[in-house]
Structure formats: C-alpha cells, structure tokens
C-alpha cells in the first residue's frame, strides 16, 4: 500500500484471537503520528507555496499599475505629438499660402516694375531723339546765322 511517499509493509504478528491488538494499536499510533507529520510538512509547504503565489500575485499586480501608467504616459505623449503635429501642420500651410501669395504679389509688382522702367526707357528714348533733333536744329539755326 502506498500513501503519499510513505510505504506501508506492516506484518503483526498473531494471537489467540487474532492480530495482537497492542501492537495494532501501537502500528495505528505510529502510523497516524507520520501522517500527521506529513500533512504538517505538507501544509507547511502549501502555506509557503501560497504565500509564494500571493507575492507573485503583488507583483503581477504592481507591474500591471506600472504598464497601465506606461501606456497612460505614452498615450497622452502621442495625443500630444499629433496636436502639435496638425497645429504645426496648419502653420506651415499658413506660411506656404502666404509665401505664394507674397510670391505672386511679387511677380505682379516685378512686372508692373519692369513695365514702368520700360515706359520710362521709352519716354527716355523719345526725350532723346527730340534733343537730338532740337540740338540739330540748333545747329542748324547757329550756322545759318553763322553764314548770314
């Protein structure tokens, strides 16, 4: 018979009317005072055993607050990032269409330069050709009042 680790090879020997009941009694004694010390060893060990679980159980615990605070941060961290983004996205939409907007004021203002400097080079030119001709006719008017 086996129970739990302890092996039982019990012989008693005989009386008159059967098994000797002191030396029963005595194997029922011994055999009760090593299952009970079993047990103690056994629920010693369960207690341990228990406690062990119920450290890890803290621990599981803590480090599951710990990750779930982690994942709090990282998700604020995140939800901050992509605000910023799309602020600092719609910043430089802003300063890109106000770039091409100063861009084509620009261009406007450099062509309608360029038609003015032309207009003046024109007005110029047409100054220039009437002095000439004004000039020549001054000397022509000088060397025939030279002459005559």
Not at 15 to 41: A, N, W
Not at 85 to 105: N, P
């Amino acid at each position: 018979m086996n129970t739990g680790g302890i092996a039982l090879e019990l012989k008693f020997s005989r009386s008159f009317f059967g098994y000797d009941e002191e030396e029963v009694e005595h194997q029922i004694k011994l055999q009760t005072k090593q299952y009970e010390e079993q047990m103690r060893k056994l629920t010693n060990r369960l207690f341990d055993i228990n406690q062990e679980n119920e450290m890890a159980q803290s621990r599981i615990n803590a480090i599951r607050l710990e990750l779930d605070n982690y994942q709090d941060k990282s998700q604020k961290i995140m939800e901050f990032l992509f605000v910023h983004h799309l602020l600092a996205s719609k910043e430089v939409y802003h300063a890109i269409t106000a770039g091409e907007t100063i861009d084509r004021k620009l261009e406007k203002d450099i062509l309608e330069t360029a038609e003015r400097r032309n207009n003046i080079k024109e007005t110029l030119d047409s100054l220039n050709k009437e002095l000439e001709v004004l000039a020549e006719n001054y000397y022509n008017v000088l060397e025939a009042y030279k002459n005559g």
